[in-house]
């Protein structure tokens, strides 16, 4: 039994070895490769992915039944958005592959918008606008996320607990005189 075992595990390190070999900068390669492929694509996994604001809009249309938008429509901005979030806002990052990676969240980033939650919420409050007919101020909304998000950033530093700390002692080389 234990020659068997012996004979798998040493299997299964040579077949780990490729991978271990594998340098960060060709993975970061692939992965950008493949980025660069899904940012192209129409469809992802079936579903349509919008190019820009105003096709996610068309799409939004297309999959809220009007009594979902005038309950959308009717809520104040905030509340809609900050309620919304798990719900209409995972459904965009889960379908509209914002994590991974789609022409939509391509154009998003152009925008200055890297999280995906950044980016549901942009989208949300930009549709609540729309709907009710607002100016959509997208300069200011962005300044505003961008603000948000920094202000999270180093809250979580502030709270962030040191783990180890650790002093080094560097000795000067002796010269050979």
């Known amino acids: 039994m234990s020659k068997h075992y012996t ?17 960060d900068s060709s993975v970061l390669a692939k992965h ?11 469809k992802l996994f079936g579903v349509y992915i919008p190019t820009d604001l105003g096709d996610a809009f068309a799409q939004l249309n297309k999959l809220i039944s009007p009594e979902s938008k005038n309950k959308f429509k009717r809520v104040p901005e905030a509340t809609a958005v ?12 889960y379908n509209w592959q914002f994590e991974e990676g789609s ?36 300069k200011a909304l962005l300044e ?9 950033k180093r809250e979580r530093l502030r709270k962030g607990e040191v ?8 000795e000067k080389p002796k010269t050979g005189n």
């Open 7 to 23: 004979l798998l595990l040493l299997l299964l390190i040579l077949l780990a070895l490729p991978g271990i070999g594998q340098n």
């Open 32 to 42: 950008d490769s493949i980025y660069q492929q899904r940012i192209k694509k129409e």
């Open 82 to 93: 900050k309620k919304l979030h798990f719900s209409f806002g995972r459904w965009m990052i």
């Open 103 to 138: 022409r939509f969240s391509h154009y998003l980033r152009k925008l200055g918008l890297f999280d995906p939650d950044d980016m549901a919420r942009f989208v949300m409050t930009t549709y609540h606008r729309t709907l009710n007919k607002k100016p959509l101020e997208v």
């Open 144 to 152: 505003d996320i961008r603000t948000n998000r920094e202000r999270l």
């Open 163 to 170: 783990i180890s700390k650790s002093v080094r002692k560097v």
